[in-house]
């Protein structure tokens, strides 16, 4: 779930610098789609009309659901994962390949076969837990991104029965995609965020872009009302991923939508959240999910070994106190005096 928002009033952006007084105009503009909230704001020498753009927007991000969201019954991943067709579209094939790719860099922490536990755990479209111990072994017959590929065009599975499921990396990917299109449109600087996932080019007349952290409290249900840090950025891309704000409870027992795809349970471990910069936003979404799979420990190791991606762990301590750790490139951009 992501717990991060960009730092934006109704009336404009919150600036923490006087330079923020921008020598070219800026518009924006916000909506719903994917069953979350997206915002733009995008350099505008009186160039472009707002609507105009927002209707390309929604058109893109229409197309996109009918791609790959497993809410949407037509989509071609419901499709495939009910074996009514084998022939991915151009999203879907992009998406899969890099989750095929970041599966591999995390040593199988990031797994989009995970489909069949997840619903079992009571979190997708149907939101009914239904796992039982005994039927976790056949359940695991159906998980690793290994038994499925894309061959000549089509989509090949070792098991009728395995499913997709992108919602782990496809908020990110929609990032970039929407960010393609400001690009196709020769706009210089611009910042997309949608449901919590962002990408900034450039800056805003001299200053980075500013985005807040949400402290990972259970109570802290409205994104922005209770910052963790702020986070300044240029040229890159971040997504946040943590278990605090989605997950149920059950005999006393709090179950997490972080399915760990080596043993088919809800992740269990004190990291918080972990929030990825990245050069593209379908890559730090799906490393954020392997993050909160992998721990801690195992996840500071990950991101020491690849520099190219920076990161701000939340976690708790053994008194149950929030702590952070930031990865050494990125502390220069981190304030945490809130």
């Known amino acids: 779930m992501n717990s991060l928002r960009l730092i934006i009033l109704l009336t404009g952006i919150l600036c923490f610098d006087s330079s923020c007084r921008e020598k070219t105009e800026y518009s924006k503009f916000s909506g719903f789609a994917q069953g979350t909230t997206y915002s733009m704001i995008f350099e505008n020498p009186r160039r472009f009309n707002v609507a105009a753009i927002q209707d390309e927007v929604e058109q893109i991000l229409t197309g996109f659901d009918l791609s790959l969201s497993l809410y949407v019954d037509s989509s071609v991943l419901c499709r495939i994962n009910r074996n009514e067709t084998d022939i991915p579209d151009e999203y879907f094939t992009e998406v899969f390949r890099r989750s095929k790719e970041i599966s591999a860099l995390t040593g199988g922490a990031f797994d989009v076969t995970v489909g069949p536990l997840v619903r079992a755990w009571g979190f997708g479209p149907d939101a009914h837990k239904n796992f039982r111990e005994t039927d976790r072994d056949s359940l695991m017959q159906l998980v690793g991104i290994e038994k499925v590929d894309i061959r000549n065009g089509r989509i090949l599975k070792a098991d009728p029965r395995i499913s997709l499921d992108f919602n782990a990396i496809a908020k ?32 805003r007349g001299g200053v980075f872009w500013k985005i807040g952290i949400d402290k990972p409290a ?27 704000r989605r997950f149920y409870m059950e005999d006393g027992v709090k179950y997490s939508h972080t399915i760990d795809p080596k043993t088919g349970y809800p992740s269990k471990n004190r990291l918080l959240s972990a929030t990825i910069l990245a050069s593209d936003c379908m890559t730090a979404d799906g490393i954020a999910t392997a993050c909160m799979v992998m721990g801690k420990e195992r996840a500071i190791e990950f991101i020491e070994r690849n520099p190219e991606f920076d990161a701000f762990l939340i976690y708790s301590d053994d008194q149950g106190n929030y702590r952070t750790w930031i990865s050494e490139k990125l502390i220069q951009y981190i304030d945490q005096s809130r």
């Open 218 to 244: 259970d109570s802290n249900v409205v994104p922005g009302q209770d910052l963790q840090a702020i986070i300044s950025m240029k040229d890159r891309s971040l997504a946040t991923s943590g278990n605090y």
């Open 172 to 203: 990110g990917y929609s990032v970039d995609v929407i960010s393609r299109f400001f690009d196709r449109k020769g706009i210089k600087s611009y910042l997309v965020e949608i449901g919590g996932e962002i990408r900034a080019r450039g800056d």
